[in-house]
């Protein structure tokens, strides 16, 4: 019984899976750290309402990126398309952000193109079914 009490239990060191892997950033934390946002927050906020998606699928904050992932992210008012070079969580500056991913985005609409919208006066009031039709043709629906 002495041998019972003095034995030590055995315990194995694993590293962690996933995203403290070498070669991977969160999702989140890397749209931040090239640029692509202003603050991790609304990279955030941006994968968990829907508007990131890593290879085509939607993306949690957590989700790993890797070299060579391409990740979509609909932000103010556009959509950027980019391929992952180099994992970064930390914040680089705007030289070194360049250097960590390929841009593949669409040219961002002319000031032409966003005015395009239907914009109505202010104080007008609600629009009526005919104003709302036309809006709708505008839009393209």
């Known amino acids: 019984m002495a041998d019972e009490n003095t ?4 315990t ?4 962690p899976a996933g995203p403290a892997e070498a070669g991977s950033a969160r999702v989140d934390a890397w749209i931040w750290s090239v640029r692509l946002t202003k603050t991790r927050s609304v990279a955030a906020t941006a994968c968990r309402a829907g508007h990131v998606k890593v290879n085509g699928e939607r993306a949690k904050p957590a989700q ?5 992932d391409e990740v ?8 950027r398309v980019v391929v992952v ?3 970064v969580t930390k914040r ?4 070194v952000a360049a250097e960590c991913f ?4 669409p040219p961002p609409p002319t000031p032409v193109e966003a005015a395009v919208v239907g914009i109505r006066d202010r104080g007008t009031g609600r629009p009526t079914k005919r104003d709302r039709r036309e809006i709708e043709t505008l839009r393209g629906r």
């Open 7 to 10: 034995q030590k239990p055995t």
């Open 12 to 15: 194995t060191a694993t590293a």
């Open 64 to 68: 790993p990126v890797r070299a060579g």
């Open 72 to 79: 979509r992210l609909f932000h103010a008012g556009r959509e």
């Open 85 to 87: 070079r180099r994992p």
């Open 92 to 95: 680089v500056g705007a030289p």
């Open 102 to 105: 390929i841009d593949n985005s």
